[in-house]
């Protein structure tokens, strides 16, 4: 024996021996990719119908800059928009000039912004040489360069400098923030749910495997069963962010291909998505904290009540009441948004399979972080329980006997009948 | 391996609830007390007590149901007896010394995707062996049993006694102190079979403490010291072989050229008739008085010989005719 060696590891270390095979196994098998294509067609074949669609509309983008400057200089920044178009394309804003700002001089962008009245990313006002934006932050940000190599090229043909852009954002009250921010809370739900749906059902089947080739054995000799649970758990989150990523660069990909025409064919601009009451960044980190809790949650679930199964035909069976269980979960979720600090939204925060869901929407709603650390914490030990649970339940009812022994208890059963 | 395992080997041998250690004084590498395990209400072993010193090779022998897998799986830590108390090397729960063991189960299983060579490395990595050394510790193993062709194949392209052969390399790779058998021998061909003993022996040589199940009379009694006869999930007998064969006297066998004749009272009661031979228990007086009878009597003695009783003899007599016939009933569905 090698003396450099304990007499036995740890049971990190072995959930790592367990995670480390998984991951690399599923990540090069053929299904992965398979799994990986499958979200990517609708995708694809919506993006495309969004790009010719955009093409062929392309003057009716909704990316639509409003002109409340002088007439003069409506005319000379829609002329040099223009020009620059065929070498910038979709870079540039489509230039509209407003219809109620002409012939107003007391027109106020800001309250017209603020009413929503048009359909503008952001308003244009001042002169060539001093030009206004009034928009959103994220619409500000967006066009306050393209708007001032217009305001440059529509003061002289080929211009040397180009004029500095002076920017108001629209504010909102905290009452229409807070009702925007619903908004906010749904999607992330909505795409939390989606993510969890399609990948946690992976680890439905996980351990078919090991059962169907007999090596379930061999490592419930080797390491305790709830090591080989948490590896396998950690492995298949593992994967998910692989395909999270994968998907998310190739969403990305699609977006700046077709950002434009997404937002035409769907109505959805992020730019204009609230912000979030923690903030962006610490909604993302909080969002991918959910996630691997939600996978972990609902994994471990998933994995003792595949264990149970026999067989591939007997998972799929399994599916269903398992989606319906994920769909009622989501449901109780989404339903307490609007019930912010109701007893409904206290159950969902407290039942461990909907408290990520719950929490990732008061992340977008509430900007306290002391009830996600608690959260979290929460979840985190509702994983461990799980996971004890489902590998003693593993043990006790899988782990029985050999083949034979297995037709004695059936015959012992017969005759107690 | 280390002292402070080494240490606690010893301390737990002289444990509360456990009895001394055996008379060649070695320290027990596993000790099992009155384990019971039942399933969904079904006793399926029932009060086994196993004592199998270090460096021995012990079997577990009984017809397929009796227990043998549940009660290597309580070993293990696979799963929990019920009632008992089990130790190996002194320790009550096996996943804490997993370095030391190897186990190749009943059902064999590998996955089919992996390559030889990481799948042994694999199992060593289960065991706590790095998995860098794993892989130079396969290669040396499959060389050494001619299979460095296969090392790069994948498990799904070997022949089923190839895998086995990976599997069993497997469970060695990371060099136990106590290897851990169930149904070793099930599945391989005579060639097979008797390489399987030869690694048996050679680890034996090494050390290592084998402990293997199985329904095969012969393996056990060519490979054994100490067998644990099993029947019905109960363990009638626990020892060496020699005892158990010891059980039971020896057998005379006699062939004579008379066929009646006075003679013929000096042959005890049970003594059975099979053509031209008597077949009787040696009495306990010896052979001597006998042979005066017979002499004496004029029997005529072609042909006299004493044979000790073999292992299949004794398992019939302590675990009955029931569990030797369901025996056979085992080993002849295994060459079907």
């Excluded at chain 1, 030009?131 to 708007?147: D, M, S």
């Excluded at chain 2, 293997?212 to 999930?233: D, P, W, Y």
């Excluded at chain 2, 006699?254 to 004749?261: K, N, W």
């Amino acid at each position: 024996m090698s003396e450099f060696l304990r007499p036995r590891l740890s049971a990190m270390e072995a959930a790592w021996v367990i995670a480390r095979r998984d991951f690399v196994a599923v990540l090069f098998s053929r299904a992965f990719l398979f799994f990986l294509l499958g979200p990517l067609f609708p995708v694809i074949v919506g993006g495309l119908a969004g790009s010719i669609g955009g093409e062929v509309q392309r003057d009716a983008v909704s990316v639509e800059v409003g002109l409340a400057m002088s007439p003069a200089d409506n005319a000379a920044m829609t002329a040099a928009a223009g020009r620059l178009t065929d070498q910038l394309g979709p870079a540039l804003p489509l230039l509209r000039p407003v219809p109620e700002a002409e012939g107003d001089s007391a027109f106020d962008a800001r309250e017209f912004m603020e009413a929503r009245r048009g359909n503008y990313a952001a308003i244009v006002t001042g002169t060539l040489a001093a030009p206004k934006l009034v928009g959103t932050e994220g619409q500000i940000a967006r066009w306050q360069g393209p708007v001032g190599l217009v305001a440059g090229h529509a003061m002289e043909a080929e211009p040397t400098a180009f004029p500095g852009v002076a920017t108001e954002a629209v504010a909102t009250s905290a009452a229409s923030e807070r009702s925007t921010r619903v908004q906010t809370a749904q999607i992330a739900q909505m795409l939390l749910f989606l993510l969890t749906m399609l990948l946690a059902g992976m680890v439905l089947s996980n351990l078919v495997e090991e059962k169907a080739n007999k090596i379930i054995e061999i490592l419930a000799a080797a390491i305790p069963m709830d090591a080989v649970f948490m590896g396998k758990l950690f492995a298949m989150l593992a994967v998910s962010f692989v395909g999270i990523a994968v998907w998310g660069l190739a969403a990305f990909g699609l977006w700046s291909l077709g950002g434009d025409a997404i937002t035409q064919v769907t109505g959805f601009d992020p730019a204009r998505l609230p912000a979030p009451a923690v903030g962006w960044p610490l909604f993302v980190a909080l969002g991918i904290i959910y996630f691997a809790m939600a996978y972990l949650l609902l994994g471990a679930l998933f994995l003792t009540i595949g264990s149970m199964a026999t067989s591939v035909r007997e998972v799929q069976t399994l599916s269903m009441p398992v989606t319906m269980l994920q769909l009622m979960v989501f449901f109780l979720a989404a339903y307490t948004i609007k019930q912010p600090g109701s007893a409904l939204e206290m159950a969902a925060i407290a039942f461990p399979l909907s408290s990520p869901f719950a929490m990732l929407a008061r992340a977008a709603m509430e900007p306290e972080l002391w009830t996600h650390a608690l959260a979290i914490a929460w979840q985190a030990g509702a994983v461990l329980l799980l996971v004890k649970g489902g590998s003693l339940l593993f043990r006790k009812r899988v782990m029985k006997s050999g083949g034979a022994g297995r037709e004695k208890v059936k015959k012992g059963l017969r005759a107690n009948a | 391996m280390d002292m402070a395992v080494s240490d606690q080997m010893r301390a737990g041998n002289q444990g509360e609830g456990f009895s001394a250690i055996p008379s060649d004084a070695r320290p027990l590498a596993i000790e099992a007390r009155g384990l019971v395990k039942s399933f969904d209400g079904t006793r399926a072993v029932d009060g086994v007590d196993i004592s199998v010193p270090e460096g021995a090779i012990y079997g577990i022998l009984g017809p397929n149901g009796a227990g043998k897998t549940t009660t290597l799986r309580m070993l293990l830590g696979i799963i929990d007896p019920d009632e008992g108390v089990r130790r190996v090397f002194g320790h009550d729960r096996p996943h804490d010394i997993g370095r030391l063991i190897g186990y190749l189960p009943e059902e064999r299983g590998l996955y089919p995707a992996m390559k030889c060579i990481e799948a042994i490395a694999f199992m060593g990595a289960l065991r706590g062996l790095p998995l860098k050394e794993g892989r130079a510790r396969a290669v040396e193993l499959l060389e050494r049993h001619g299979l460095t062709h296969a090392a790069d194949r994948q498990i799904r392209q070997l022949s089923k006694g190839m895998a086995q052969t990976v599997q069993l390399l497997g469970t060695l790779v990371h060099k136990p102190r106590l290897v851990v058998l169930d149904e070793p021998f099930s599945g391989l061909d005579a060639i097979n079979q008797g390489k399987l003993e030869q690694m048996i022996r050679a680890l034996a040589d090494d050390g290592v403490t084998v402990i293997f199940s199985t329904h095969v009379i012969h393996h056990a009694e060519r490979l054994c010291e100490g067998v644990a006869i099993i029947a019905g999930g109960k363990v009638p007998y626990a020892g060496s072989v020699e005892a158990a064969r010891d059980r039971i006297p020896a057998q005379v066998r006699l062939e004579t050229r008379a066929r009646e004749g006075g003679w013929l009272s000096f042959l005890p009661p049970e003594t059975r008739r099979n053509g031209d031979f008597f077949h009787f228990p040696l009495p306990e007086s010896g052979i001597e008085p006998l042979l005066k009878g017979l002499i004496e009597g004029e029997a005529g003695i072609l042909s006299l010989s004493i044979e000790r009783a073999g292992l299949h003899d004794a398992f019939v007599a302590i675990a009955g005719e029931a569990a030797a016939r369901q025996l056979q009933a085992d080993n002849e569905g295994d060459r079907a």
